[in-house]
């Protein structure tokens, strides 16, 4: 089972460059319960870099960068599928 509706979809975030950004998401219910992963830009995240950490559905990302802007989706997925977050803006300025 893999419900529709997030319990939390991401919101649009503003930040300065350097500052810490952190997009927040509870993926819909579903058994097994679902994990997450986020994309930018309809393109998987690595948190293999050493500034994004992804955790209990919050994607961090330390000292932002200007190429650290765009759309991200939360993805919450089981074996039964995968399921879109709504898309949220990061603006760095």
């Known amino acids: 089972v893999l419900r529709d509706d997030f319990r939390q979809n991401p919101t649009d975030v503003v930040v300065a460059a350097g500052e810490p950004a ?3 998401c509870q993926p819909p ?7 997450i992963y986020w994309k930018k830009d309809k393109v998987r995240i690595d948190d293999r870099e050493e500034r994004i950490s992804i955790r209990g559905g919050k994607l961090m990302i330390s000292n932002t960068r200007k190429s650290d802007a765009g759309m991200y989706t ?3 997925t089981n074996m039964v599928g995968e399921r879109d977050s709504d898309p949220a803006e990061l603006t760095v300025f």
Not at 29 to 35: A, V
């Open 29 to 35: 219910r579903g058994h097994p319960e679902p994990t």
């Open 74 to 76: 939360c993805v919450g």
């Open 22 to 24: 952190v997009l927040e």
